[in-house]
C-alpha cells in the first residue's frame, strides 16, 4: 500500500476534525455560535479555489484549538476561544501565503519561458536570414539594406521582450516581497497565541497535575513526555505549561537541572539543538516561578527504552527535571 501523500492526509484529518464538533452539535442540538464561525472560516479556506490544500499544518492546528474550545469548560473558555481565533488568523494567513508563494513561482517561470521563446525566434531568424542570403546573392545591395531594416525590427523586438521579461521579474519580487509580509504575520499571529497559551497556562496552573516523578537515590525526578510539545519543536502545549507552573511554585528557592532527549529518528546535529531547545523552554518557566535551573541537552544520548519501536521512540522524546 502506498503511503497517503502529507496534503491528503493532513485535509483528511481537518475534514474528520471539523466534522467531530459537528456532529457533537446536531446530537445535543445546542451549537455553540463561536465554534461554528471558527469552523465556518475554516470551510471557506477549503471552498476556496485559489487557497485550497494551502497552510496545511496551520490549518490542522486551527481545527484542533476549535475542537478543544467546543469541549472547554467555562472557565476555560476564554482563553481557548482567544487560541482558536489566533489559530484560524494564523490558518488564512499562511494559506495567503501559500498562495502567493506559489504566484510568485509561477511568474519565474513564466519570465524564464519568454526568455526562452526569445532565444528560439532569434535563432530561427537567423536561420532563415541565412538561407535567405544564400539565394540572394545578385542583389547584395539590396538585401544589405534589407537586413539593416529587419536588424532594426529585430532589436526592437528584443528590447520589447526585455522589458517584458523585466516587468515579469519585478512583478515576480513584488509578489515574493508580499509573501514575506503574509509569513511575517503568520509568525506575529502564532507568537500571539503562545502568548495566550502562557497566559492560559497560568490561569489553569494552581489545579495542573504535576509532572510524574520518580525518586532516584536521594533525588526526586520529574519527566515531561514529549508530548508536551509541538511535533519538532520546543512549544510546550497548554496542559504542560500549566504543569511546569505549579511545579515550579512547589520548587521555588531550589536548584535543579533540566535535560532534554531525544529520539534516533532524524540528523544527530537537529535531535541535539531540539533538545536543547526544549529544554530551555522548561527551565525558562521554572525560572519565572524562582527556581535556579541548570538546562541542556543530550539529544539522543542516553535512551529509555527501545528506538526500533514507536512506543520506545515515545518514552525517549522527553525532559527531565532533577531536584537534588
Do not use: C, H, W
Not at 464561525?37 to 479555489?49: F, K, N, P, V
Not at 526592437?156 to 522589458?163: P, V
Not at 511546569?244 to 537541572?257: D, I, M, P, S, Y
Request: glycine share 6%.
Amino acid at each position: 500500500m502506498r503511503p497517503m501523500p502529507l496534503t491528503r492526509a493532513l485535509a483528511l484529518a481537518l475534514v474528520l476534525t471539523l466534522g467531530a464538533p459537528a456532529a457533537a452539535s446536531a446530537a445535543t442540538a445546542d451549537v455553540d455560535p463561536d465554534v461554528a464561525r471558527l469552523q465556518d472560516r475554516l470551510l471557506r479556506l477549503e471552498a476556496d479555489d485559489q487557497l485550497a490544500g494551502m497552510g496545511d499544518v496551520e490549518r490542522l492546528k486551527a481545527s484542533q484549538a476549535i475542537e478543544a474550545l467546543g469541549a472547554a469548560k467555562s472557565r476555560q473558555r476564554p482563553g481557548l476561544l482567544f487560541i482558536a481565533e489566533q489559530r484560524v488568523r494564523a490558518a488564512e494567513a499562511a494559506a495567503q501565503a501559500d498562495a502567493l508563494a506559489a504566484q510568485s513561482e509561477a511568474l519565474d517561470r513564466e519570465r524564464d519561458l519568454i526568455l526562452v521563446d526569445a532565444s528560439r525566434r532569434e535563432a530561427a531568424s537567423a536561420r532563415r536570414e541565412a538561407d535567405r542570403l544564400r539565394t540572394q546573392a545578385l542583389a547584395r545591395q539590396e538585401e544589405a539594406a534589407r537586413l539593416a531594416e529587419e536588424a532594426e525590427a529585430e532589436r526592437t523586438a528584443r528590447a520589447e521582450t526585455f522589458a517584458l521579461a523585466e516587468q515579469a521579474k519585478a512583478e515576480a519580487e513584488q509578489a515574493r516581497r508580499l509573501a514575506a509580509t503574509r509569513a511575517r504575520e503568520a509568525d506575529l499571529a502564532r507568537q500571539e497565541a503562545e502568548v495566550a497559551n502562557s497566559l492560559v497556562a497560568e490561569a489553569l496552573s494552581a489545579d495542573a497535575p504535576l509532572p510524574p516523578s520518580r525518586q532516584v537515590g536521594p533525588s526526586t525526578v520529574y519527566t515531561l513526555a514529549g508530548s508536551a510539545f509541538a511535533s519538532g519543536r520546543a512549544t510546550l502545549t497548554t496542559e504542560a505549561n500549566a504543569s511546569l507552573r505549579r511545579l515550579g511554585q512547589e520548587l521555588k528557592g531550589r536548584a535543579v537541572e533540566v535535560l532534554g532527549f531525544t529520539d534516533s529518528q532524524g540528523a544527530e546535529a537537529a535531535n541535539l539543538a531540539l533538545s536543547k531547545r526544549r529544554a530551555e523552554a522548561v527551565a525558562a518557566i521554572l525560572r519565572e516561578g524562582g527556581v535556579d535551573v541548570r538546562a541542556d541537552g543530550r539529544g539522543e544520548a542516553d535512551p529509555v527504552a527501545d528506538n526500533g519501536t514507536e512506543e520506545g521512540r515515545g518514552r525517549n522524546r522527553r525532559v527531565e527535571i532533577t531536584v537534588r
